[in-house]
């Protein structure tokens, strides 16, 4: 295993397709309540549509050689995206700046994990997010059944706020 680390431009984001579509089908897999909602979620209608309304992106791929393996995708955007038809994912109130950041997508191949890969790209996403002074609100999404990603980041600082969507989500948040 040879494992290096690569910044994804925003346009070169279709090479993440295929493993974007796998986290897809990993989140319905674990998930009890309201697993239909993953039939509707793939690379066309949660990647692409997240990467053009978002202010700043960060993906972050990890290659074995020259194939990717992982990728984490962080964003920010304005607070008033995460309140509308589909959920109100938070209190806006309870968060006084315009802008929050938020850790998206994380997945990396089965055969890579518990390898420390995940640690590296959830750090420097963390890095990333951190050097904007205005941002002082991170949120992360964990879909339901999905208890190792919980353990993943609580083990890394963030704390479980509510569920939303009769336990669909669960919102963690850094404060
Ligand atoms: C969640 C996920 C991204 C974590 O990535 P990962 O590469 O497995 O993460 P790491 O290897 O850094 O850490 C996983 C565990 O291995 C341990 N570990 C870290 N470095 C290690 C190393 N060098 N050798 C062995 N174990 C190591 C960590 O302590 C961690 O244990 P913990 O969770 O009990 O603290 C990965 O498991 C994954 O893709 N899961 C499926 C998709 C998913 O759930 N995505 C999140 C959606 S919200």
């Not at 346009?11 to 897999?29: A, R, V």
């Not at 950041?101 to 790209?121: K, T």
């Amino acid at each position: 295993m040879s494992i290096h680390y690569e910044v994804i431009s925003d346009d070169d984001i279709s090479c993440l397709k295929d493993l974007c579509n796998e986290l897809m089908s990993y989140q319905k897999s674990k998930s009890t309540i309201h697993s239909e909602l993953f039939d509707s979620m793939s690379f066309e209608t949660r990647m692409i549509p997240s990467v053009k309304s978002a202010k700043k992106n960060y993906i972050l791929v990890a290659k074995d050689d020259n194939e990717i393996v992982g990728y984490v995708y962080s964003n920010i955007s304005s607070k008033e995206t995460y309140s509308n038809v589909f959920a109100t994912f938070f209190d806006l109130d309870s968060v006084k700046n315009e802008d929050v950041g938020c850790l998206s997508q994380f997945y990396i191949r089965e055969e890579y994990r518990n390898s420390g890969i995940g640690s590296v790209l959830f750090n420097r996403s963390m890095d990333w997010l951190s050097s904007f002074k205005s941002i002082k609100d991170l949120f992360i999404f964990v879909s339901n059944g999905n208890d190792n990603a919980l353990k993943f980041y609580q083990g890394k600082g963030f704390k479980v706020s509510h569920q939303i969507l009769d336990g669909f989500i669960t919102v963690l948040r850094n404060t």
